[in-house]
């Protein structure tokens, strides 16, 4: 006899039992299979997390390629899905709790125009944080995951939550300082649009007045500097940064991880507006060859969740930036990146409803 479909006689299955399930390689690759919608286009949707793409990797300064950063980690993030989607190390299934999710879709952004791009994603963040409200709380916007794309989408991000908390601490996982000043390029041409990159986006963040003037943090640290007088880690200073480097987090252990915890906790006070930025050239080229300007020496995946999941701040927003799946080598960079996301996500639902808005430091 062939196989037969075993059924309860005593329950007619409806449509959703049958064909409502999907396998990890089944289905129109959403992030971590939620439904979709462009949400841009649709101001009366009402979801309180959402995954947005930003595609968006003209602000380089070495490799390109990050604009397919997003397909790829929805690509990565197949095996995900709200079945099976209970984190062991929060004790939660995000997908299965108070929050409901929503993958945006992507901001169309123009690869030709840096001056343009840059206004585009600034638009598309206002709308959507700042014309619509959340399912928990028609008070508060949803929070976002911005999926880049390379690092400097960070800035029309932080731009949008500003106008909704006031200053923003950032913590800033890289392997570059990012807070670069454009003066210090090793080029004589230069001009307003030039400023705008990957690597100076923090810089211009704090002189439009984004950021928290002290609880600003970095993690995985390890790029070459400009000299021996340190004067770049002098600008850094001066823009309100805590440092960690990447020889931080593994010479010491998990003492070394739990004590940057424990400064980063005393740094950021429990009810600030926090934003987590997770470039993946932060972790070692050997688990994430996929990105623009690899730097040896970095962070294991490990790590980075072991700090992600220990960071649980008053998450108001996150981007994971630098993906370029043309470097790649069998989807390691955009799974550590989808990952991420996932950790991201579950912090957001970790911490409940989203707290009263206190708008700080404007």
């Given at each position: 006899?062939?196989?037969?479909?075993?059924?309860?006689?005593?329950?007619?299955?409806?449509?959703?039992?049958?064909?409502?399930?999907?396998?990890?390689?089944?289905?129109?690759?959403?992030?971590?299979?939620?439904?979709?919608?462009?949400?841009?286009?649709?101001?009366?949707?009402?979801?309180?997390?959402?995954?947005?793409?930003?595609?968006?990797?003209?602000?380089?300064?070495?490799?390109?390629?990050?604009?397919?950063?997003?397909?790829?980690?929805?690509?990565?993030?197949?095996?995900?899905?709200?079945?099976?989607?209970?984190?062991?190390?929060?004790?939660?299934?995000?997908?299965?709790?108070?929050?409901?999710?929503?993958?945006?879709?992507?901001?169309?952004?123009?690869?030709?125009?840096?001056?343009?791009?840059?206004?585009?994603?600034?638009?598309?963040?206002?709308?959507?944080?700042?014309?619509?409200?959340?399912?928990?709380?028609?008070?508060?916007?949803?929070?976002?995951?911005?999926?880049?794309?390379?690092?400097?989408?960070?800035?029309?991000?932080?731009?949008?939550?500003?106008?909704?908390?006031?200053?923003?601490?950032?913590?800033?996982?890289?392997?570059?300082?990012?807070?670069?000043?454009?003066?210090?390029?090793?080029?004589?041409?230069?001009?307003?649009?030039?400023?705008?990159t990957h690597g100076s986006m923090l810089w211009m963040a704090k002189e439009e007045g984004l950021l928290s003037d002290d609880?600003?943090?970095?993690?995985?640290?390890?790029?070459?500097?400009?000299?021996?007088?340190?004067?770049?880690?002098?600008?850094?200073?001066?823009?309100?940064?805590?440092?960690?480097?990447?020889?931080?987090?593994?010479?010491?252990?998990?003492?070394?991880?739990?004590?940057?915890?424990?400064?980063?906790?005393?740094?950021?006070?429990?009810?600030?507006?926090?934003?987590?930025?997770?470039?993946?050239?932060?972790?070692?080229?050997?688990?994430?060859?996929?990105?623009?300007?690899?730097?040896?020496?970095?962070?294991?995946?490990?790590?980075?969740?072991?700090?992600?999941?220990?960071?649980?701040?008053?998450?108001?927003?996150?981007?994971?930036?630098?993906?370029?799946?043309?470097?790649?080598?069998?989807?390691?960079?955009?799974?550590?990146?989808?990952?991420?996301?996932?950790?991201?996500?579950?912090?957001?639902?970790?911490?409940?409803?989203?707290?009263?808005?206190?708008?700080?430091?404007?």
């Open positions: 006899m062939g196989s037969q479909l075993t059924l309860d006689s005593k329950k007619k299955p409806s449509l959703e039992d049958l064909w409502g399930q999907e396998w990890p390689f089944t289905g129109i690759p959403t992030f971590a299979h939620l439904n979709s919608s462009k949400c841009l286009l649709d101001p009366s949707l009402n979801y309180d997390i959402g995954i947005i793409g930003v595609p968006f990797d003209t602000a380089t300064t070495y490799r390109a390629g990050a604009r397919f950063g997003p397909r790829a980690i929805r690509l990565a993030s197949q095996r995900q899905n709200s079945l099976r989607g209970f984190n062991t190390r929060a004790g939660i299934n995000p997908y299965q709790d108070w929050a409901t999710f929503m993958d945006c879709g992507d901001i169309p952004v123009t690869p030709m125009d840096n001056k343009l791009g840059l206004e585009q994603m600034t638009k598309a963040f206002e709308e959507l944080l700042l014309r619509r409200g959340s399912s928990a709380d028609s008070l508060h916007p949803p929070r976002y995951v911005a999926l880049g794309g390379d690092h400097s989408i960070i800035l029309p991000h932080l731009r949008a939550l500003h106008k909704v908390y006031g200053k923003l601490a950032v913590i800033h996982f890289d392997a570059h300082l990012d807070t670069w000043l454009p003066s210090k390029y090793p080029s004589f041409w230069s001009s307003d649009q030039s400023k705008f609880y600003n943090v970095h993690v995985g640290i390890r790029t070459r500097i400009s000299g021996a007088d340190w004067g770049d880690y002098d600008d850094d200073d001066d823009q309100g940064w805590l440092r960690f480097s990447a020889d931080d987090v593994w010479t010491s252990g998990s003492s070394g991880l739990d004590s940057i915890i424990g400064a980063v906790k005393k740094r950021i006070p429990d009810d600030y507006p926090v934003y987590i930025s997770v470039d993946v050239d932060c972790m070692d080229p050997g688990f994430t060859p996929g990105t623009g300007t690899i730097e040896p020496g970095g962070m294991m995946p490990r790590e980075v969740i072991y700090l992600l999941r220990r960071l649980n701040f008053n998450l108001v927003g996150a981007d994971v930036v630098e993906v370029s799946p043309e470097y790649d080598t069998a989807e390691v960079t955009s799974t550590n990146a989808a990952q991420v996301v996932f950790e991201l996500v579950t912090t957001m639902v970790q911490k409940g409803k989203p707290l009263p808005i206190k708008k700080k430091d404007i």
